[in-house]
C-alpha cells in the first residue's frame, strides 16, 4: 500500500508522535497551520469518515479529546478547531481518515468564509424528511 499514514503507523517513516494506542496514532501535522497542529489517525486504513468501524471512531475521538487537552494545556490556546476533509472536493489530500486538531489564538487571523444560504417555502422539511428516510431506527 501508497500510503503515508500507513508507512507511518508501521513506523517506516518517521513523524513526531505525540499519542500511540493499539487502535490510533496522533503525529504532528508535517505542514501545520498554526504549530502544534495534530493529526489523529485511525491505524486501520479506512479512506474516509464513513468508512471507519465504529470502535476506531469511538477511540478516534477519545485520542483526539486527549490530544485537544494536551495543546490547550501546554501551548496555553485560546481556542482550537477540530475538523476532517472527506472526498477531494472537501480538501481531503490523504485519503486515511484522519481528524486534526488545530491550535487557535485571538490574532492568527484565520477566518471560515461562508456563505450562508436559507430554505425557502418548504425545502427545509423536504430536505429533512430526505436525510431522515435514509438514517435507519435505533
Given amino acids: 500500500m501508497d500510503c503515508i499514514f500507513c508507512k507511518i503507523i508501521g513506523h517506516a517513516l518517521p513523524a513526531e508522535i505525540l499519542f500511540e ?3 490510533v496514532i ?12 495534530a493529526l489523529v489517525i485511525p491505524k486501520a ?11 476506531d471512531l469511538q477511540e478516534v475521538l477519545r485520542v483526539t ?3 485537544a487537552r494536551a495543546l490547550v494545556g501546554s501551548l496555553r490556546l485560546d481556542g482550537f478547531n477540530i475538523f476532517s476533509n472527506n472526498g477531494r472536493i472537501a480538501g481531503q489530500s490523504v485519503f486515511h481518515f484522519h481528524m486534526h486538531v488545530t491550535p487557535r489564538y485571538a490574532d492568527d487571523d484565520i ?3 461562508l456563505k450562508l444560504k436559507s430554505y425557502s417555502g418548504g425545502t427545509m422539511a423536504d430536505y429533512a424528511r430526505r ?5 435507519p431506527s435505533p
Fill in 21 to 23: 494506542s493499539e487502535r
Fill in 26 to 37: 496522533s503525529i504532528l501535522d508535517i505542514n501545520p497551520i498554526h504549530h502544534g497542529h
Fill in 45 to 55: 486504513h479506512c479512506t474516509d469518515f464513513l468508512s471507519v468501524p465504529e470502535g
Fill in 65 to 67: 479529546q486527549i490530544v
Fill in 111 to 113: 477566518r471560515f468564509v
Fill in 131 to 135: 436525510i431522515r428516510e435514509r438514517i
